[in-house]
């Protein structure tokens, strides 16, 4: 059975996701996995894919063991991972709950890198494994700065498992797009100060970022920034040092 299994799979880049690889074909079953098991149903009747749905909250620490047991009982070929999950806070370190800080490590962190590890058995040659970042990665970014930070975490996590798997043949990618219009926006400013990060502009359509990067994958590529805001960026933060970077943004921030 040839399968790919999706993480956020219920609204945004996942849902995307699991609708771009349902058009590409080819696969056995889509495993999609998030916590909202109504909107995960509602996805698969949509998809002409067969879905397989694991409503699992992935902050909860006995949610990644169930994924482990059933892959243990199938043993598929995973052919392609997406490791979509996650989320963010506008606010100063001080504004946001011990709550929110520890969520979003546990999702955009722990969750993707587990998630990844227990799924590494079953990726064969040419498989892809995709880690949904941002190009928040590139620099420290006060007014979001523990979001900026796990996002720098699974970066690096990305860049260093795709060393290690290369010699395997799988093909490890990570997404570092600018702003995507999804849920995350409304998420982010339900906080104490959400005013830290004043707009978002020039966001990204999720359905874009998802077919590019999958493309991008497919060929090969260490990262994608799907646009070119987050390639330049990227490419600034090669060439500025990084306090310059951050009085940048600490303008952009304000506009």
């Not at 100063?92 to 227990?118: F, Q």
């Not at 990060?197 to 799907?226: G, N």
Request: glycine share 6%; aromatic share 6%.
């Amino acid at each position: 059975m040839r399968i790919a299994i999706i993480t956020g799979a219920s609204s945004g880049l996942g849902k995307a996701y699991a609708q771009q690889l349902d058009r590409l074909g080819g696969l056995d079953e889509l495993w999609l996995i998030a916590r909202r098991e109504e909107r995960l149903k509602a996805l698969g009747q949509k998809l002409s894919t067969p879905s397989r749905v694991l409503p699992l909250d992935l902050t909860d620490p006995t949610a990644v063991p169930v994924l482990q047991t059933l892959l243990e009982e199938e043993r598929p070929v995973l052919d392609t991972l997406v490791c979509a999950a996650g989320f963010g806070k506008f606010g100063r370190a001080e504004d946001l709950t011990g709550a929110e800080t520890a969520s979003m490590i546990d999702l955009n962190c722990r969750s993707a890198a587990e998630v990844t590890r227990v799924c590494i058995p079953y990726l064969k040659r040419d498989s892809r494994v995709l880690e949904v970042a941002s190009c928040a990665a590139f620099q420290p970014l006060q007014g979001m700065n523990i979001y900026a930070a796990t996002k720098a975490f699974l970066l690096h996590y990305t860049r260093a498992i795709r060393r290690e798997l290369a010699p395997r043949g799988i093909k490890v990618t990570a997404v570092c797009p600018w702003w995507v219009k999804t849920e995350f926006m409304a998420v982010a400013r339900d906080t104490a100060n959400p005013t830290a990060v004043r707009h978002t502009p020039f966001a990204m359509r999720p359905e874009a970022v998802a077919a590019w990067s999958l493309t991008m994958a497919q060929c090969d590529r260490p990262m994608v920034t799907c646009g070119p805001i987050p390639a330049l960026m990227r490419l600034g933060r090669k060439v500025l040092p990084t306090a310059a970077v951050m009085e940048i943004w600490e303008k952009v921030r304000k506009i």
